[in-house]
């Protein structure tokens, strides 16, 4: 069982900057790969940012590369976005979710991932 927990949102004008971050407890956590996830009002689910178990691989959404970073740090058991540049389009609840994954292919599927966190609200203002 692994237990995540976000924290680190807010409200922000657009342009601005927020590290989300996603503390997990439980066994074996360093052996999870650990994704992040955003839904918008009235939109699907959609993935923003994932990073392999070993941290030697990450993966970005189009839509936010090149203006965010995910890190793990597993001392800590943590994983943190970074997101700059931020615009009114990444207003949505952020998620976290950790998942044993065996592919690149799987790192973008919500289905791959075994544990979620509660969430946490991202407001951009214009």
């Known amino acids: 069982q692994v237990l995540l927990v976000e924290s680190g949102g807010g409200l922000v004008q657009a342009g601005g900057s927020l590290r989300l971050s996603c503390a997990a407890s439980?066994?074996?956590?360093?052996?999870?790969?650990v994704g992040w996830f955003r839904q918008a009002p009235g939109k699907e689910r959609e993935f923003v940012a994932a990073i392999s178990w070993r941290g030697g691989s990450t993966y970005y959404a189009a839509s936010v590369k090149g203006r965010s970073t995910i890190s793990g740090d597993n001392a800590k058991g943590t994983v943190d976005l970074q997101m700059n540049s931020l615009k009114p389009g990444d207003t949505a609840v952020y998620y976290c979710?950790?998942?044993?994954?065996?592919?690149?292919?799987?790192?973008?599927?919500?289905?791959?991932?075994?544990?979620w966190g509660q969430g946490t609200q991202v407001t951009v203002s214009s």
């Open positions: 979710a950790a998942g044993r994954l065996f592919g690149s292919q799987d790192y973008g599927l919500g289905s791959k991932y075994d544990y």
């Open positions: 439980g066994r074996a956590f360093s052996t999870y790969a």
